[in-house]
Structures are given as C-alpha cells and as structure tokens.
C-alpha cells in the first residue's frame, strides 16, 4: 500500500503533549500560526503510528541519515524517534491538489514524491526503532530520543474515553 501524508488532529497533539516530551502544543503563546502536524501513518505493533515531518533546517545539513531521522531532500526530515500513536478518526489525509496556498501545495507535493521513493526505509526503520525502544528502554542513546511507546499506546487506547 502507498504510503500517503496525514494532518493529525490539534486536540490529539494536546491530550498527548503531557507524556511525549518530543510533542509541542499546536500553537505556543504569542505564536502567530498555529503548528500542523503533517506525516506518515504507519502500522506498529498493530497500531497506527504517525511520524511527523519536520521543516528542513540549516542544522540538518550536516546530519547523515540514521535509523530514527531521515532526510526528505532539503525539503523537510522524518523523526521517527519522534512517532507516535493515534486513533482512526484524529488524522485526516492531506489531499495535495486541494491545498490553497499554491507555494505550500508545491512543497507538499515534492516532499510527498520522495517519501513515497523512500516508503519501504520508513517503514523498515520505524519498526526497528519501536523493537530498540522496547528492548531497551532508556539504555542506549537511541532509546533515550524516543517517545516512550508503551505509555502513548496506552494514552491512545484510553483517548476516546477520556473526558475533552
């Protein structure tokens, strides 16, 4: 199946802000935009998982490619480190050709072409950074930079029964 990209849901993000130290709220105070958490939706541990896409920064230029980051071009980067679970019904998929703002429609649409080039490396390495994660914990500095995905599956589980 081809990977595609998904928007997740504000209101997720900050149910799940206070047990992922790498999750920011959408919009911090005095912020003008409000964050977009745009990614790729995967299946973990029969789970879906979504890995955010971060803007491309002058400090990733030195970064090499890793198990947990991967380099969309000079467009943007995957933290997989950073992935996290969610709920059928809190993504909703980004129909490119809808998107208004013409120069972001493009961005999109160029980071999409590669991502879908390099779905089979996403998928693989985010598997093997959830079997680290799980393995070992908090011992090795990998497992250190990921969500804790135990615990965010559990808050997953528990998000449609929570009070909001």
């Known amino acids: 199946m ?9 209101n997720y993000i900050n149910y799940l802000v206070p ?6 709220h959408n919009k911090q105070p005095g912020q003008y935009n409000e964050r977009k958490y745009i990614g790729v939706v995967l299946v973990i541990n029969d ?24 380099k969309v071009g000079n467009y943007a ?11 059928d019904g809190e993504y909703t998929y980004v129909d490119i050709p809808k998107v208004k703002n013409q120069q972001y429609r493009k961005l999109l649409s160029t980071e999409y ?11 693989k390495h985010a598997a093997e950074v ?26 997953c589980r ?6 909001l």
Request: with cysteine; net charge positive; aromatic share 14%.
């Open 2 to 10: 081809t990977i595609k990209l998904y928007e997740v849901n504000p």
């Open 47 to 70: 789970m879906k998982y979504f890995a955010p896409l971060s803007s491309f920064k002058s400090k990733h230029e030195k970064m090499k490619n890793g198990l947990d980051f991967l």
């Open 158 to 163: 528990q998000y449609g029964n929570s009070s």
């Open 113 to 123: 072409r590669i991502i879908r080039k390099m779905q089979d490396k996403i998928r």
């Open 130 to 155: 959830y079997k680290h994660k799980i393995n070992y914990g908090y011992a090795t500095a990998l497992s250190k930079r990921c969500n804790d995905f135990l615990l965010l599956e559990e808050k």
């Open 19 to 24: 047990y992922a130290a790498h999750l920011f």
């Open 77 to 87: 980067v995957i933290n997989i480190n950073n992935m996290f679970p969610v709920p």
